[in-house]
């Protein structure tokens, strides 16, 4: 794996993996991929909506700084030259508590878009279900729209209503500020016009959804009373999913869930109103709980869980024409893990405000707790699974069943809160304790892995393994060829037919080729000692 592999798996990999999930499971829900594409949009924004609020309040923030300070920098850049004037403005900076380089904070928003942007185009540009597929004028979401001709030739207006809608909300989000943050936004906007004219009408739609949720924000914004209208805007959103839940029974439990969340905004905005909000002064411990309980999920789920995934069975991680270690796959899985939980949930956390980071930290905790339940003590049932990480049987879960889960993770979160509330100290003692115990687990089993691998590694040296097989079948007479095939290594064959006398005598006669197929026993007999009786399937 390539540095640049690895920083793409650490830094987009996340969010490649964010908008799989919420577009597949729009499509389940909707069954239409244009559909699913707005489902996507509104989903990624509202959860974004926060960190786009922080940031858009530290460039204002940025620029009022900037203008308090601008007088006493221009009278210092008219007033010295050379070397002098450097040591001024840097004494003038520290005077005021200013670094120079807070001015990157005014790009902040633009440096947040930009890995959403590349994830979208990562996700939507190489989606094959889209090949072919219409939604409504848009003849194949996989191509350009395309939906103008001009004197022969085809316009596309998907990107040119996107820029449109992306310069109006510009305006009106730039309103009042200098020339220099307009000349930038416009600018994007030209440049994302560039970027995406010709990119597949379903990236070009999904940008242009969001940048009409950006002009909606901006114009919510302005008005009097923003978090009145987004939670009226909220609720009414909700009332089309329990319309759903009311006409589809299927996914009666889903819209109703989502019909309640939807309702929380508008009423967390009543109960504001009535208390005066608390100063919290922010908290180490409350950042080193978080930080912990990161690390801890990502050992877990980074290290210890794909290890003991592959270690149970390795040889199905392995193929000896292109043998390389197992292990490779763990560390991908640990850079997505890392990526999720200490890269972007630190990105998140600490663009909130100290309330919400109180509760981040809560949540990340409670998260730990219940996920190290749920990996020691459930899912031990489930049969075979595939080296494609899929079981051989669905996995299906009663209503007895999700009310257990439920009432586990209720009673883990309220451990949790208890721990967390009263004893700080110790949830850190323990996070950072199981982090280690997690890691001597884990080393346990890529020991594991890398014992088998180098077994694999000496038997095709030897030539045990990887040889050509060659099947001299009778050219006058009949041959008899039986075909093992299943999840079993070839190679173990031969044993199993020790473990069984019957099947030994059912086979006697036969020539063993452990090497035919991949994962597959070819059995070779001339047609004058025909097998009688059943074949066995291993």
Request: positive net charge; hydrophobic residues 50%.
């Amino acid at each position: 794996m390539t540095i640049a592999s690895m920083l793409y798996q650490l830094i987009l990999g996340p969010l490649v993996l964010l908008f799989d999930v919420i577009y597949s499971s729009a499509c389940t829900v909707t069954r239409n991929l244009g559909l699913s594409i707005v489902f996507l949009s509104l989903a990624i924004n509202l959860l974004v909506l926060p960190l786009y609020r922080r940031a858009d309040a530290i460039q204002e923030e940025e620029r009022r700084i900037s203008m308090r300070l601008q007088p006493g920098v221009d009278h210092i850049k008219k007033t010295f030259r050379g070397d002098e004037r450097f040591m001024m403005l840097q004494a003038y900076y520290r005077q005021n508590d200013y670094r120079p380089y807070y001015t990157l904070r005014g790009s902040l928003s633009l440096l947040l878009e930009i890995p959403f942007f590349i994830a979208a185009y990562r996700f939507l540009s190489g989606l094959s279900i889209l090949q072919n597929m219409p939604f409504g004028p848009i003849r194949d979401l996989s191509l350009p729209d395309g939906l103008l001709t001009i004197a022969g030739h085809s316009v596309n207006v998907l990107p040119i209503l996107m820029t449109a809608i992306n310069i109006v909300s510009g305006a009106v989000y730039t309103r009042g500020m200098p020339l220099r943050s307009k000349i930038q936004l416009y600018g994007m906007a030209l440049v994302f016009l560039v970027l995406l004219y010709d990119s597949p009408s379903a990236l070009a739609f999904y940008w242009m959804l969001n940048n009409l949720f950006s002009l909606v924000k901006n114009i919510v914004c302005k008005l009097r009373r923003p978090k009145l209208v987004v939670g009226g805007l909220c609720s009414l959103l909700g009332l089309v999913f329990l319309a759903y839940a009311a006409t589809h029974a299927r996914y009666r439990i889903l819209s109703l869930a989502l019909f309640a969340a939807l309702q929380l905004p508008l009423g967390s905005y009543f109960l504001s109103r009535r208390r005066k909000p608390a100063e919290v002064a922010p908290s180490r411990q409350h950042d080193a709980v978080f930080v912990l309980a990161g690390l801890f999920l990502t050992v877990l789920m980074g290290v210890l869980i794909p290890s003991a995934v592959i270690s149970s069975s390795p040889m199905e991680f392995m193929d000896y024409l292109d043998l390389h270690s197992p292990v490779r796959y763990i560390l991908s899985a640990v850079l997505l893990a890392a990526g999720t939980f200490l890269v972007w949930g630190n990105v998140f956390y600490r663009l909130a405000n100290p309330a919400v980071r109180r509760r981040f930290a809560y949540f990340l905790l409670a998260l730990a707790c219940i996920a190290v339940v749920d990996f020691m003590f459930f899912g031990k049932n489930y049969g075979n699974m595939s080296s494609l990480l899929k079981y051989d049987d669905k996995v299906r879960v009663g209503r007895k069943g999700m009310l257990l889960n439920g009432a586990v993770v209720a009673a883990v979160a309220a451990v949790a809160y208890l721990v967390w509330k009263k004893k700080a100290a110790l949830a850190r003692a323990l996070l950072a304790a199981g982090s280690v115990a997690l890691l001597v687990m884990s080393f346990t089993n890529i020991a594991s892995i890398n014992s088998d691998y180098r077994a694999m590694a000496e038997a095709v040296a030897s030539g045990e393994i990887g040889q050509q097989a060659s099947i001299p079948l009778d050219k006058s007479g009949k041959n008899v060829v039986v075909i093992m095939m299943d999840r079993a290594i070839s190679r173990f064959f031969p044993y199993l037919l020790e473990e069984r006398p019957e099947l030994k005598r059912q086979f006697a006669g036969f020539t063993y080729y452990p090497n035919a197929l991949s994962q597959c026993a070819v059995l070779w007999q001339p047609y004058e000692h025909r097998l009688t009786g059943a074949v066995w399937r291993l």
